[in-house]
């Protein structure tokens, strides 16, 4: 006979529920807030019309973000991985390529943008560019660069990811007007500045 299987109690079957519920909230206060910015800056958003759009009470969005630093973090973060999900890559040229078709993903919704580029340099409360781009950079140094010690490979990956950034983007289409493809090629001269800087002997040979 089967050993009978132990029943879950209602009040973990209340926490697991009430966690599920947790997290279609948030994540449907992030897609709300989405579309709101298609006809509103961030600034402009408020918690009301928000708890408005989502069709929840005020105070609920507040437990899921207490503060817009927190806010707009998260909205940065979903945005990315729901919108501008960098392309996988793993040599030199294919970076150059993803980032490429990032940016012209960029300059297509320019107001998603924007947001990430300012969460990056507003929010200390969260990591607002994914830690899988800078996975994915070290992955990459690794195998064209095998014999780059870990220090300069993670300063090499810092570079690299600011390069590729929504705020590298925003930087020169607000400061110099700049479309798509002239920052994509500023973007191909910055790596070429920054791998130009690593000793020969580091490369990995063809």
Request: hydrophobic letters at 45%; glycine letters at 2%; one cysteine or more.
């Amino acid at each position: 006979m089967n050993a009978p299987q132990p029943r879950e109690s209602p009040a973990s079957r209340r926490g697991e529920e009430a966690k599920e519920e947790s997290v279609d909230t948030a994540t449907a206060i992030l897609a709300s807030a989405a579309v709101l910015l298609r006809e509103h800056t961030f600034d402009d958003i408020s918690y009301r019309a928000l708890a408005d759009e989502v069709g929840i009470s005020e105070r609920t969005i507040y437990r899921q973000y207490p503060t817009r630093a927190h806010l707009l973090a998260s909205l940065s973060n979903w945005i990315e991985q729901t919108c501008f999900p960098l392309p996988p890559f793993v040599t030199v040229s294919d970076f150059r390529a993803a980032v490429h078709e990032r940016f012209r993903a960029f300059d297509a919704s320019p107001a998603y943008a924007y947001v990430g580029a300012r969460a990056s340099a507003i929010s200390p409360t969260l990591d607002t560019e994914p830690a899988y781009i800078t996975r994915a950079i070290e992955a990459m140094l690794e195998v064209a660069a095998p014999t780059l010690n870990r220090r300069d490979r993670r300063r090499v990956a810092a570079s690299l990811r600011y390069f590729s950034s929504a705020m590298f983007w925003a930087r020169l289409r607000t400061g110099f007007d700049l479309d798509a493809g002239e920052i994509c090629d500023a973007f191909d001269r910055a790596v070429d500045t920054v791998l130009a800087k690593l000793p020969d002997a580091t490369w990995a040979q063809p």
